[in-house]
């Protein structure tokens, strides 16, 4: 319960009339010249709340500093009494970040993998790289397909049991023999097959299969063999380097190669290792999570899948016929585990004497900037106005303070 004294609640009131006094534009009196009864009769709804709005916030502060927490969310009035010339009473809830202690937090550890490259992993890119650039050529000689060919087909299908159906067709079709992608049934017919041949094949799809129409269907096909081709990977050479563009040779392919793999799996480790260090941290440190934090935490990961599921392609009619509070209740576990972590990383920032300082900031609204097409002082108004930049700062904050932690590990 939070007490205004009468005279600062009259004291508000005069001022606030004397204001309405002044603009008031009323039939039959002059500009500045209404009586005050009048501009109280007139305007009482307005008058009452603009000395509500003049007095609360300040009030509700110093009486929230004088408790000595910090609240979370708009606090939720539930009793309001305010008359001129009586003390104004107002009771309200509010949540607020809880008090906890994070002692021995120095002493979470977790394992700490390399974040070397090893041989095998740069090999392995090399050939991704290799395969990446393969050609599909034709075979000039004359033999028949066998496994590792691509068959150039023509066929049409019939699906069993549905006859006035339409048929199943494809021109120029490429296929793999003995692929894994490749049914068996055409594995069978085409292998050991001719360019000309024209061949039968009867094909079970199973019920689970990826194309609706045909999973759990038998489908009789008519296939032509039009011709053979062979999928050629280029060896690794310095014309290959200089084909992707930006190399000279392929040593430099190789270190630029490496030094991409290296910072990748820098970030990857990082990334996964941080995850860790952070379910211990929350498993350790027990504490009450503000509701309204959850919900805000909620919303922005229902945020960041619903523009994921846009860049796919979604609309927004489709979006429409989600599944919300399904959706919202999947969600609630994995943000109540982001929102223990921010509020432990602040309380380790504040321990460590973590902070950001202005110049790091302006970096971060220049990245920003380049990234939205926006100039920087624009950005900079937008952001101080809807509360953006204080987040932003909030954010630098923690990502410093979760890479003290990170780079402390024991390697």
Known sequence: MLEIPAEDVSKAFRS?????????????????????????RRFATEIRKEVIDGLLPQRFNQGVRELGVQPVGQPQVTELTVEDGQPLHVRAAFEYVPTFSIEGYKDVVVEKPSA?????????????????????????????LVDGDWAQISYTGQVEGEAEAAPITGQDSLVEIGGK?????????????KPGQELKAEVIYPADYGEARLAGKTVSYEVTVKAIKKRIVPELS?????????????????????????????????????????????????FPVPESLVQDQVDARLERGLRALAAQGMDT????????????????????????????????????????????????????????????????????????????????????????????LPS
């Open 317 to 408: 009619e489709q979006m429409r016929r989600l599944d919300f509070t399904r959706l919202r209740t999947a969600q609630r576990d994995g943000a109540i585990a982001e929102v223990k972590t921010n509020l432990l990383l602040d309380k380790i920032a504040e321990a460590e004497g973590i902070t950001v300082s202005d110049e790091e900031l302006d970096r971060e609204l220049q990245l920003a900037a380049l990234q939205s097409n926006e100039p920087v002082e624009t950005l900079r108004t937008r952001l101080t106005q809807d509360g953006g930049l204080a987040r932003i700062r909030e954010q630098m904050k923690r990502e410093k303070t979760a890479n003290l932690l990170y780079e402390r």
């Open 238 to 286: 310095d014309d290959f380097a200089k084909e992707l563009g930006q190399y000279e040779s392929m040593s430099e392919l190789e270190t630029r190669v490496r030094e991409h793999m290296n910072n990748r799996k820098r970030r990857s480790v990082a990334a996964e290792t941080k995850d860790k260090l952070f379910a211990e941290l929350t498993q350790k440190y027990s």
């Open 181 to 193: 992608d490749t049914v068996e049934a055409f594995n069978a017919v085409l292998r050991g097959a």
């Open 16 to 40: 606030v009339t004397r204001n309405y006094q002044k603009y008031a534009k009323i039939p039959g009196f002059r500009p500045g010249k209404v009586p005050e009864s009048v501009v109280r």
């Open 116 to 144: 070397e490259v090893t041989d095998e992993e740069f090999q392995h890119e090399m050939t991704e790289l290799r395969e990446s650039r393969a050609t599909i050529e034709p075979v000039e000689e004359d033999r028949a």
